[in-house]
């Protein structure tokens, strides 16, 4: 079974960083693809940025040069890099997979992290 466990999430003050960090662990065969999520209260979950294997990132146009994906594939993990924060920030941010397992690598499965709070603020 694939789990992925994120960690870096808290409080801080706006114009300050904090870096996320999500891995995968189990029985994984490839992964095909990373993303970062956020949820704020009220509002839909909305992709943030995201980072294929070997393509080219992309980012939400709310996070362009502020914001930066990597992934480090012999960690099986991704990062999410997040500075000049703001108060609209803040959110529960997600890691996303679509990861092929070691039981049948002819299918792809998405998988989500537990989510974790980014609070920006005084």
């Known amino acids: 079974q694939v789990q992925l466990v994120e960690s870096g999430g808290g409080l801080v003050q706006p114009g300050g960083s904090l870096k996320l960090s999500c891995a995968a662990s189990?029985?994984?065969?490839?992964?095909?693809?990373w993303a970062w999520y956020r949820q704020a209260p009220g509002n839909q979950r909305e992709l943030v940025a995201a980072?294929?294997?070997?393509?080219?990132?992309n980012y939400a146009d709310s996070v362009k040069g502020r914001f930066t994906i990597s992934r480090d594939n012999a960690k099986n993990a991704v990062y999410l890099q997040m500075n000049s924060l703001k108060p609209e920030d803040t959110a529960v941010y997600y890691c996303?997979?679509?990861?092929?397992?070691?039981?049948?690598?002819?299918?792809?499965?998405?998988?989500w992290g537990q989510g974790t709070q980014v609070t920006v603020s005084k």
């Open positions: 980072i294929p294997y070997g393509g080219n990132t």
């Open positions: 996303n997979a679509n990861i092929v397992d070691d039981d049948d690598i002819r299918y792809e499965y998405v998988y």
């Open positions: 189990g029985n994984i065969f490839s992964i095909n693809s």
